[in-house]
């Protein structure tokens, strides 16, 4: 009976101490590291359009894509054209708003440049157009460098010994093809794969450096129909989402550092969050569909106001119409005027000629009148 009862007290003792034994087996795991973006790199191809990514070699886009968010019709910016594009990216303005829309024009938004700078956080800003060094005024580093292969080389040593967080290259060669080629052209296709070659040396770069998983990736494009793709701890990974806009990517960046870029044009891309990064799913879906509708609801506005605007055109027109029409009529009193006065100028011509005609007749007779008394005296 004893043995008995000793049994029992010995197996609930080792019933009560194998959850202390699994906690502490648990915490003996290792954690998982702390998920958290050690820099950004921003790269802009001008000229590449989402469909050429599917035809011409481009496997690290496309690996980017695989492991990030890829919208493939994403909306260009209007007027477009690499500065108005650029800018726009870089300040999520409008062209309207950030009014840089050539080279030689002056700013007039604060750029991701600006935002983080009183964070001590540097920027460097490395460009093969040639044609944007006003976005460059406030980044910590600048190169303009012609040619894509020789920018991308620079920019990697600068990016080795400087370490910016955030870096931003231009790269031009695929807009070149493009106008002189085509859309559809060999030549155009082989510059996009050239210029996947040289994002490719820099994701090399990036692994060599042990900080491609924490480096948060975009790659876009400037007009046409340009991808929009983006890597990064934050984001969903492997997601095809709806059409986005240009302008909506310095809001995301900006949102993921805690900045606020004052009174953007384009929206957070809530939807290409991984839930749980930042917030749940459901709070980043109601924030894109709140942002999506405050967005719709200014656009109804200035549907509203372009209406306005034309209906005060039309009235405009309708004006000038009135006034146009009322000139034509004076015009044409005038016209006949003129045409009355010919007619009298030309009756008192005839008059004068008549009566110069009648006065030389009244002479002659005068004359041989006068004659003639003469000539009897």
Not at 43 to 68: E, F, H
Not at 102 to 124: E, H, M
Not at 336 to 352: G, Q
């Amino acid at each position: 009976m004893f043995v008995r009862g000793f049994g029992v007290l010995i197996a609930l003792c080792m019933v009560l101490l194998l959850p202390l034994g699994g906690t502490a087996a648990q915490e003996a795991e290792p954690q998982e590291k702390p998920r958290y973006t050690r820099q950004m790199l921003v790269i802009v191809i001008d000229g590449l359009q989402a469909d050429a990514l599917q035809k011409a070699q481009a496997p690290n886009i496309n690996g980017v894509a695989a492991s990030g968010i890829r919208i493939n019709d994403c909306i260009p910016v209007w007027p477009g054209g690499l500065e108005a594009s650029a800018a726009s990216i870089l300040t999520g303005t409008g062209a309207r708003t950030h009014q840089f829309l050539q080279a030689g024009d002056k700013l007039k938004q604060p750029t991701l440049f600006d935002l983080i700078r009183p964070s001590n956080l540097a920027g460097g800003f490395f460009d093969a157009s040639g044609r944007l060094d006003g976005l460059a005024a406030n980044a910590d580093y600048h190169l303009k460098i012609k040619g894509d292969d020789k920018l991308v080389e620079a920019a990697v040593k600068e990016m080795e010994g400087k370490k910016p967080y955030l870096s931003v290259l231009v790269l031009a060669d695929a807009r070149k093809a493009l106008e002189e080629s085509g859309r559809s052209s060999q030549e155009y296709y082989r510059a996009v794969s050239n210029a996947d070659n040289l994002v490719g040396r820099l994701l090399h770069f990036l692994h060599q450096q042990g900080v491609y998983e924490q480096t948060l990736i975009v790659i876009t494009g400037t007009d046409g129909e340009p991808p929009l793709i983006v890597k990064g701890v934050q984001f969903k990974g492997g997601v095809v989402l709806p059409p986005a806009d240009l302008l909506d990517i310095a809001p995301t960046l900006a949102y993921i550092l805690n900045l606020k870029i004052p009174a953007p044009d384009g929206l957070v891309l809530w939807n290409a969050f991984e839930p749980g990064s930042l917030q749940n799913g459901f709070y980043l879906l109601e924030q894109r569909i709140r942002e999506l509708s405050r967005a719709q609801a200014e656009s109804q506005r200035a549907i509203h106001r372009l209406w306005d605007e034309g209906e005060k055109v039309r009235e405009e027109k309708q004006e000038l119409e009135a006034k146009e029409a009322g000139i034509a009529q004076a015009i044409q009193e005038r016209d006949r005027e003129i045409e009355r006065l010919e007619k009298s100028v030309d009756a008192h011509r005839h008059l004068i000629g008549l009566l110069v005609v009648l006065f030389g007749f009244g002479y002659v007779v005068e004359y041989r009148v006068l004659k003639k008394r003469f000539l009897l005296f």
